[in-house]
């Protein structure tokens, strides 16, 4: 991922609010030659912001705390408006070192009890935060007519993996067992999470089913990582992409994994477990330009193999994060209501 300083974001926020009220054809042209990799064309507005964040330093060369900033300054330029007919509030909750924060979103004409969402963000663990998807989540509250309940996890490498499952855990079991004070419906329950999030979804259900507990209505899965020992394919021809790089991906690695951890470890790895049956029916979406591309579907093949309900697609036209590109892309913006109508088609 190639940010820029806070002060070049901030400038750049300015852009990304501009771009996406020209014209198709004019963000065409300033875009340049149409960017193909593997059969498939980028949407020009991510084209283009690529562009304007290639001159930038990479966020590998970033402290944790540097890149924190310069990627909420990011996302708030590229998120969008949030949906109408949601009320937002933040609060925490008991987690296993101390409170957790989450935000709650409730859409303002539920009538009876909903179905509930566990969020996790993106951003490898390392950057993110509740503001990273946070215009998505009011899209999945209003239009799913849902309680999504956005997780703010520990981070690295302040708090290395396995802390931030551990925080998934107790977020679920949280959201569990107040169920009736959200006005959730216990049996409509959805795990859903973005690149780490993601992972951390899938190995969530992965925890719950080993331990002999109930698996959600759904999981889904947005352009996750699923093997981090994955050597070939999108991790090959998608290695520069914009937003997410290989060298983003190994600082992200390097700031979350304990030294010495097995990257093969089903904890990071998903995709490894020896087991893949008996999961809650899932939604897996990945992206065209997007090192995890090939990973994702091969996650979702062979979830299907093992007698799991799937869903999945590619969206050839985009990137990794896009479900934090809806006010970027006007693209973006309709990948991210098909994201929704495939969680709502399995509830």
């Known amino acids: 991922m190639s940010f820029k300083d806070t002060t070049t974001a901030k400038l750049e926020a300015f852009a990304a609010k501009t771009v996406p009220k020209l014209p198709a054809k004019v963000i065409a042209k300033v875009a340049g030659t149409p960017l193909v990799v593997d059969g498939r064309t980028l949407d020009p507005y991510i084209q ?59 859409p303002s004409d539920a009538a009876g009890l909903v179905p509930g969402v566990l969020f996790m963000h993106q951003g490898g663990w ?32 302040e708090h290395r993996l396995p802390a931030q499952h551990e925080d998934a855990d107790a977020a679920w079991a949280w959201m569990i067992a107040n169920t009736e004070g959200l ?30 507990q109930p698996q959600p209505a759904v999981q889904a899965m947005i352009y996750p990582l699923t093997d981090a020992t994955a050597t070939d ?30 990257r093969s470890d089903p904890a990071l790895s998903p995709a490894l477990h020896d087991r893949l049956s008996d999961l809650a029916p899932a ?8 090192p995890l ?41 309709g990948a991210i209501g098909r994201v929704i109508s495939d969680i709502n088609s399995l509830l």
Do not use: K
Not at 244 to 258: G, H, K, Y
Not at 283 to 288: D, M, R
Not at 299 to 326: N, Q
């Open 233 to 262: 394919g999108s991790i090959v021809s998608c290695a520069d992409s914009f937003p997410l790089s290989i060298n983003t991906m190994e600082w992200f690695f390097a700031q979350a994994l304990p030294d010495g951890f097995d």
């Open 48 to 106: 283009l912001a690529a562009n304007q964040s290639a001159g930038g330093p990479a966020m590998s060369t970033l402290t944790p705390q540097v890149g924190r900033a310069a990627a909420h300054d990011g996302f708030a330029a590229t998120n969008g408006t949030r949906a109408a007919g949601v009320a937002v509030r933040d609060r925490n909750i008991p987690g296993p070192d101390g409170d957790l924060g989450v935000r709650l979103y409730h």
């Open 283 to 290: 939604v897996i979406v990945t992206a065209g330009f997007d």
């Open 183 to 212: 006005g959730i419906d216990p049996s409509d329950l959805v795990i859903c999470g973005d690149s780490a999030g993601g992972q951390m979804a899938a190995t969530l259900c992965q925890r719950l089913r080993d331990a002999g």
């Open 126 to 157: 390392v950057i993110g935060d509740l503001d990273s998807c946070d215009t998505f989540c009011t899209r999945l509250a209003a239009e799913l007519g849902a309680v999504v309940v956005s997780l703010d996890y520990r981070l690295a490498p």
């Open 293 to 333: 591309r090939d990973q994702g579907n091969a996650y979702a093949a062979a979830l299907r193999d093992a007698g799991v309900h799937v869903i999945d697609r590619c969206e050839d036209s985009m990137s990794h994060s896009f479900l934090a590109f809806g006010g970027l892309s006007p693209a973006a913006h």
